[in-house]
């Protein structure tokens, strides 16, 4: 084997271990319902847009400290999708 398939081949196993893990969370989400963002729940993503690398920092902490925010930052992207 020429070293591009295996390169190829390393790629894909890497892409067919990731899309597992993405259906196996999908599959975890979508047996919780989704609630409807209220008014109130916007201040979890105050910080958005994101505008700077601190920015950035900040709101990946937040997001780890607050996995309810994760949580619902996931399902606000699956519903406008």
Same mark, same amino acid.
């Given at each position: ?8 081949? %390393?790629? #894909? ?5 990731? &899309?597992? @893990?993405? /259906?196996? #969370? ?5 047996? @919780?319902? %989704?609630?409807?963002? /209220? ?8 910080? #958005?847009?994101?505008?700077? #690398? ?9 997001? @780890?400290? &607050? @996995? ?12 406008? /999708?």
């Amino acid at each position: 084997m020429e070293k591009g398939g295996a390169v190829a081949k %390393v790629v #894909l196993m890497t892409l067919a271990q990731m &899309n597992e @893990k993405l /259906s196996v #969370l999908e599959k975890s989400m979508l047996a @919780k319902p %989704v609630a409807e963002v /209220s008014e109130d729940e916007g201040d979890d993503l105050s910080f #958005l847009p994101v505008k700077s #690398l601190a920015d950035f920092e900040k709101f990946e902490k937040h997001l @780890k400290q &607050n @996995k309810d925010v994760l949580f619902k930052l996931v399902c606000f992207i699956l519903s406008i /999708s």
